[in-house]
Nanobody, 116 residues
């Protein structure tokens, strides 16, 4: 059962930016707020990888490949988690998924394509 909904993917040129959004329409705020939240991605022919994580205390962690370019944030009042992606590279092309930190809840994914 999909309980998270991503949006914001698309086709951009290298060096451009995108902001991904993920909402949890079926969760009440008191359930959403304690969750750690994560963004994953999966490129064709590759395993799914963790891109960024934000804890319930708003501590953050990033994959080395995106450090300094991507920023994860959350808005508990809106039950949203975001991924701001700057200076995108072709190797960032993938389907991006949001998920709770315990991997119990996932979105359906949104495609990000970086190409000139």
């Amino acid at each position: 059962q999909v309980t998270l909904v991503e949006s914001g993917g698309g086709l951009v040129q290298p060096g451009q930016s995108l902001r991904l959004s993920c909402k949890a329409p079926r969760m009440i705020t008191s359930v959403f707020a304690p969750y750690d939240l994560a963004w994953y991605r999966q490129a064709p022919g590759k395993q799914r990888e963790l891109v960024a994580l934000i804890t319930s205390d708003r501590d953050t962690n990033y994959a080395d490949s995106v450090k300094g370019r991507f920023t994860i944030s959350r808005d508990n009042s809106r039950k949203m988690v975001y991924l701001q992606m700057n200076n995108l590279k072709p190797e960032d092309t993938a389907v991006y998924y949001c998920a709770t930190g315990d991997s119990k809840h996932w979105g359906q994914g949104t495609q990000v394509t970086v190409a000139s």
